[in-house]
């Protein structure tokens, strides 16, 4: 395919969101919970799949945020590696892009990578 550049810089001018670190970082314990951020704005709902909850993208929902982004928060976790991904729409499953730490997924892509100590 080719790039539509009026259409990329048309989208890139919507685009409204302030891209802070409490909104748009890698997941972190806060409060007693584990926060996940995503940033869709195409999304009309988002769910967190991990091997922490057997990949199921009806288990743990996102909500939308007021400025745009989307926010989960869980329980903490036993000490050990996860892999998980965002599900958008309950059929576009990608990695988690705030965070660096990824690991291959078996079907071209990635996982994103949460540590619990």
Excluded: M
Aim: negative net charge.
């Amino acid at each position: 395919g080719c790039l539509n550049a009026r259409r990329a810089v048309a989208f890139a001018e919507r685009e409204t969101h302030e891209f802070t670190e409490c909104n748009f970082s890698p997941p972190r314990i806060e409060g007693g919970k584990i926060l996940f951020f995503a940033h869709d704005d195409e999304a009309k709902e988002i769910s967190l799949c991990s091997d922490f909850n057997n990949w199921k993208p009806e288990e743990i929902r996102f909500e939308k945020q007021s400025d745009g982004f989307w926010r989960a928060e869980i329980e903490i976790l036993p000490s050990g590696k996860y892999h998980y991904k965002f599900v958008a729409d309950n059929e576009r499953w990608t990695e988690d892009a705030s965070n660096g730490l990824k690991s291959a997924d078996g079907y071209g892509g990635f996982n994103s990578i949460l540590y619990i100590g």
